[in-house]
């Protein structure tokens, strides 16, 4: 599944304020969030835990399973994710900020 935005539409189009840079990566970083989310449920088998628990912490949060979930994000988000991210960045949280971050250069570093 690739990562996209949906568009909403309103039958009162000009009551709708455009949105911000700021609003727009506010939803990128919580729709990121929503991505790991489902990774780490897919790979851990459970939901049981929250944005803040370190990925180590949680039941079946083996280095085996940290790879398996970098496997399904690259594939997600169309990016070659060194696994390095989730050992380095434990928490849910912290793992979207970094792929978001890491992303951002990328795309920098392919532009020059």
Same mark, same amino acid.
């Given at each position: #599944?690739?990562? *996209?935005?949906?568009?909403?539409?309103? &039958?009162?189009?000009?009551?709708? #304020?455009?949105? *911000?840079?700021?609003?727009?990566?506010?939803?990128?970083?919580?729709?990121?969030?929503?991505?790991?989310?489902?990774?780490?449920?897919?790979?851990?088998?459970?939901? &049981?835990? *929250? &944005?803040e628990d370190g990925f180590f &912490? %949680?039941?079946?949060?083996?280095?085996? *399973? /940290?790879?398996?979930? #970098?496997?399904?994000?690259?594939?997600? %988000?169309?990016?070659?994710?060194?696994?390095?991210?989730? #050992?380095?960045?434990?928490?849910?949280?912290?793992? /979207? =900020?970094?792929? =978001? %971050?890491?992303?951002?250069?990328?795309?920098?570093?392919?532009?020059?």
């Open positions: #599944m690739a990562l *996209t935005c949906p568009h909403f539409t309103s &039958d009162v189009e000009e009551n709708v #304020m455009p949105e *911000t840079s700021q609003q727009s990566e506010s939803h990128s970083a919580d729709e990121l969030r929503l991505v790991v989310r489902r990774a780490w449920e897919e790979v851990l088998g459970h939901a &049981d835990f *929250t &944005d &912490d %949680l039941a079946g949060g083996y280095s085996l *399973t /940290a790879v398996q979930v #970098m496997v399904v994000l690259s594939d997600e %988000l169309n990016l070659k994710l060194p696994v390095r991210l989730i #050992m380095r960045h434990r928490s849910l949280t912290e793992l /979207a =900020s970094a792929i =978001s %971050l890491f992303a951002l250069k990328s795309t920098v570093g392919s532009e020059q």
